[in-house]
């Protein structure tokens, strides 16, 4: 079928078999590309209750269908497993040339199960597919590995583990190109196959139903994206160019282990003051006419040099205001050795501000920590921890395993520091002032996540796609709106289309370009169809897992300490604010107040 390479790839590890198959249509047509893929493959492959660190787990690696021909921001692919952060499907989204690849090398899917007796690293050059020693890259960190590789492979696209993946950190990431697969430990899952890299050559060439049409429409796109209002802050000041906005007009920051909503140094780390002074040029992924990327480089003092991809506003607030830090060069090497080391940066602030927080409070001394101060905005403390948890050292072992089973090891009472859902370290919206977020954070499938819904565009505007008038302090709503949110921006993973599009690509949008590209007809309600069966996919494996209502709860902090300043002051989520929305999701779903799918809901999504 025109839009697709037709073959899966599968290899195994433990005997080294690898084996090429036939995409079936049928399969096709139900599921379409990227997460949809991903999910099946999931649910049929991995073993009830398999240890997500064992060789029964299975990485997948799923391009979205639109990789491979220049739809403006759709290259996106995704890698996907069982997490070994929070138990539930693992997906992480990245934009880097991978997924293209791997289309252009004649695979719609890669599988990887099992476990390699040594280090190894996989090679993919269209129908030549082998496993290579990797021995010598073990230790070495993402940007010499890939280096390494590619001394070795030419020109091929690597995506790679860092120190943090080979010592199974839970929340270790997977890099391409300056770009990361960074939540849910995916990182980790390789690390535990004795997988370093993934390195990936394709020379064919994929084709769309009607070029001409496709063209035009690539054209019309990157025109209206080049056009918007939103370019210009976009592409000057990255993701963090909101930043101040959630500080001061939305007081919706979480600062120092969400014990605030507003950074009171928030202005050193606002790329509207550092951008000037530390961009050295845009980075954009593949096939965006709209690049935020940018890299940052410092050229004199201490970190003279260094060279990041970043520093995106997610790591403003983990690195930055979470832990209270406010250098925005000692942030920029943070968020370095994160990269080379392999971390996902939220996680790994996280893990970090819980430390401080608990050190602040003496449930934590220097006995624990090493001898270290971890004093909240000490830039010292933060880098060294980092390095502690990468390495698994003191420490670190423990903030290694997460939030969540940190404060199991720990106890004394530091169960209520610990700010995650699902066990899944949350992302930078204080949702006790987004309530909709906060419902977004408590129905994710992969724990708490900003970007299952992208809930805090409507939120934070009030209007966005076909719902407007949203007061982000009410609870009213709630359970239609993200259940709607979701359903949409699944499909965005399914066609691999970077969701900072949204504002251009919608229902509409997708049933053209998914005609034109591959010949299928979709209705716009048929679409959004397709995301609701994935999502109720992704329900069921974590349901079949043992997840139960209790595990779509906020944490604590959130439903007991009010925001103390700022335009959101006073506001909490309480209890019953939580239940009512988990009721009204519940509901919008077409599942039990427990959660679970109906016998008619699942047959009616093809879901047997
Ligand atoms: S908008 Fe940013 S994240 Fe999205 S595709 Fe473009 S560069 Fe990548």
């Known amino acids: 079928m025109n839009g697709f390479a037709g073959r899966i790839l599968k290899i195994d590890l433990t005997t080294g078999a690898v084996e090429k198959s036939p995409l079936p249509e049928a399969f096709i047509r139900t599921y379409l590309g990227g997460t949809g893929f991903a999910a099946r493959f999931l649910y049929d492959n991995v073993p009830p209750n398999a240890d997500a660190l064992g060789p029964s787990n299975v990485l997948i690696l799923a391009p979205g269908l639109l990789n491979g021909f220049p739809v403006p921001t759709g290259g ?20 880097a040339r991978l997924g293209s690849e791997l289309k252009r090398a004649g695979y719609d899917l890669l599988l990887v199960s099992g476990v390699s007796g040594s280090p190894c690293y996989i090679y993919i050059d269209d129908e030549d597919v082998e496993i290579k020693d990797a021995g010598g890259l073990w230790g070495k960190d993402t ?15 690597v995506a790679c583990i860092g120190i943090a993946g080979e010592n199974l950190v839970r929340y270790a990431n997977i890099d391409c190109e300056d770009r990361q697969s960074g939540r849910g430990g995916l990182g980790a899952v390789m690390g535990s196959k004795r997988l370093k890299a993934i390195a990936v050559k394709g020379t064919g060439n994929l084709r769309p139903h009607d070029a001409d049409k496709l063209m035009d429409l690539c054209l019309r796109y990157t025109e209206r994206m080049i056009e918007s209002t939103a370019f210009n802050d976009d592409t000057k000041y990255g993701t963090g160019e909101f930043l101040e906005w959630m500080n001061s007009e939305k007081g919706t920051f979480p600062t120092r282990n969400w014990r605030e909503g507003v ?13 000037p002074l530390y961009t050295k040029r845009n980075n954009a992924c593949l096939a965006c006419p709209k690049p935020c990327g940018r890299i940052f ?13 970043g520093i995106e506003y997610e790591l403003l607030y983990s690195l930055g205001g979470l832990c ?20 996902d940066g939220i996680s790994a602030g996280a893990a970090v501000a819980f430390a401080m927080d608990l050190f602040q409070d003496g449930i934590l001394t220097r006995e624990d920590t090493g001898g270290l101060d971890l004093e909240f905005g000490d830039p010292e403390a933060e880098l060294k921890l980092i390095e502690m948890i990468a390495r698994r050292e003191g420490l670190g072992d423990v903030l290694a395993e997460g939030v969540k089973r940190a404060s199991e090891r720990i106890g004394k009472g530091s169960e209520d520091y610990a700010v995650h859902v699902k066990g ?24 708490a996540c900003h970007l299952r819904s992208c809930a805090y565009a409507l939120e934070l505007t009030g209007k966005f796609w076909k719902f407007e008038g949203v007061d982000r302090f009410s609870t009213k709503g709630k359970g239609v709106e993200i259940k709607e949110l979701e359903d949409m921006m699944t499909v965005y993973d399914v066609l691999g289309v970077c969701k900072f599009s949204r504002g251009f690509f919608l229902a509409e949008g997708f049933v ?11 209705s716009e309600s048929e679409i959004l169809g397709l995301g609701e069966r994935i999502n109720n996919l992704k329900h069921m494996f974590n349901l079949r897992e043992g997840l139960t209502r209790d595990d779509f709860r906020l944490p604590k902090r959130l439903l007991t300490l009010p925001i103390p300043e700022g335009v959101s002051k006073g506001h909490v989520v309480t209890e019953e604010e939580m239940n009512k929305m988990l009721d009204d999701y519940f509901e919008a779903r077409g599942w039990s107040k427990e959660g679970l799918p109906t016998e008619e809901k699942i047959s009616g999504l093809d879901l047997v």
């Open 324 to 343: 209270g830090m406010g250098d925005i060069e000692e942030l920029a090497r943070a968020n370095e050795l994160c990269d080379l080391h392999g971390l």
């Open 424 to 447: 899944m370290e949350p992302p930078a919206y204080d949702v006790r002032g987004i309530k909709g977020m906060a419902l977004a954070f408590m129905t994710s499938s992969r724990g």
């Open 143 to 157: 940007r010499a590995t890939a280096e390494d590789i590619r001394r070795t492979e030419g020109d091929a696209v």
């Open 76 to 95: 996106k692919v995704l890698f996907c497993a069982k997490s070994p952060l929070t138990g539930t499907i693992a997906e992480s989204v990245m934009g």
């Open 512 to 522: 053209d370009i998914l005609r034109t590209v591959t010949g299928l007809e979709f």
């Open 263 to 275: 950074f009171d140094d928030r202005e050193k780390i606002d790329p509207y003051h550092w951008a």
């Open 297 to 309: 480089g410092i050229d004199e003092g201490k970190y003279a040099g260094l060279r990041i991809d």
